[in-house]
């Protein structure tokens, strides 16, 4: 597929990322950018967002989501049922919650929610304490273009063997894997991932943010030569355009 078919893919770091289609409308997953110790100052203001995804409920992943959500009215915030209703009740408009197995149209594209095993509490820290509530469960996503591109936001996961269900049912060729390990699979983990899903391309996403996430890309690297598959590595500094 030529690049011009392709969206472009912007790295905040850790999770985040940044989804240019080929129509030009902006999509930002997993919305985390100021708190983002990996992201650089120049990356906090956007032009327009014009889509929010949102792949679970911990903050390292929608920390910014309400303030984003507010500045910049996207015209769809989509996140599970019980994540969008904790943002209607701040204040976020344009809601698009979805379950598990379920699509919908986002600005011409269409966005698959997929599992993933992990959990989705949300740390609610208004009024007088802070308190845990339900966010839903966690997932990724599998976005496909009307050019016939498709790809895997995995969000925060470990390995499950049903990622050959994804790669049967969505086919995509571009696949965001998380590789820190400790609370998501590590570098073993996502090389198999890579293998399941059968990608012709992947990019490592949430490691080195803190030091207890030790997965790292040399590592991951290793672990996808041992497995003899065909899947190119893309490693993205955050602010690197891919």
């Not at 999770?15 to 409308?25: A, E, H, K, N, Y």
């Not at 950018?33 to 992943?61: R, S, W």
């Not at 470990?158 to 570098?187: H, K, N, Q, V």
Request: charge should be negative.
């Amino acid at each position: 597929m030529p690049p011009a078919a392709r969206p472009s893919f912007l790295y905040y770091g850790h999770s985040t990322v940044g989804v240019r289609s080929v129509g030009g409308r902006f999509i930002l997953i997993d919305p985390w950018v100021q708190g983002n110790p990996m992201c650089p100052e120049k990356l906090y203001d956007f032009a327009t967002i014009d889509a929010i995804l949102i792949t679970h409920a911990h903050m390292d992943h929608m920390g910014d989501a309400v303030a984003l959500a507010k500045r910049y009215r996207p015209e769809k915030v989509v996140a599970s049922f019980e994540i969008c209703g904790w943002l209607e009740s701040r204040g976020v408009g344009n809601l698009a919650p979805m379950g598990l197995g379920g699509a919908q149209d986002v600005l011409g594209v269409e966005v698959t929610m997929v599992r993933a095993d992990h959990s989705s509490g949300l740390l609610d820290e208004t009024g007088q304490s802070a308190r845990f509530i339900d966010g839903g469960v966690a997932s990724g996503y599998c976005i496909a273009s009307p050019e016939g591109f498709c790809f895997y936001h995995a969000g925060d996961t470990a390995l499950f063997s049903d990622m050959r269900l994804i790669a049967e049912l969505y086919r995509p060729s571009l696949g965001f894997l998380p590789i820190g390990d400790l609370f998501t699979m590590g570098p073993r983990g996502a090389a198999h991932a890579c293998k399941f899903l059968e990608l012709a391309q992947v990019v490592p996403i949430h490691f080195g943010t803190f030091p207890v996430l030790t997965g790292t890309v040399a590592a991951f690297l290793e672990e996808v030569a041992a497995l003899g598959i065909d899947c190119e590595v893309v490693e993205l500094a955050p602010g690197d355009v891919f």
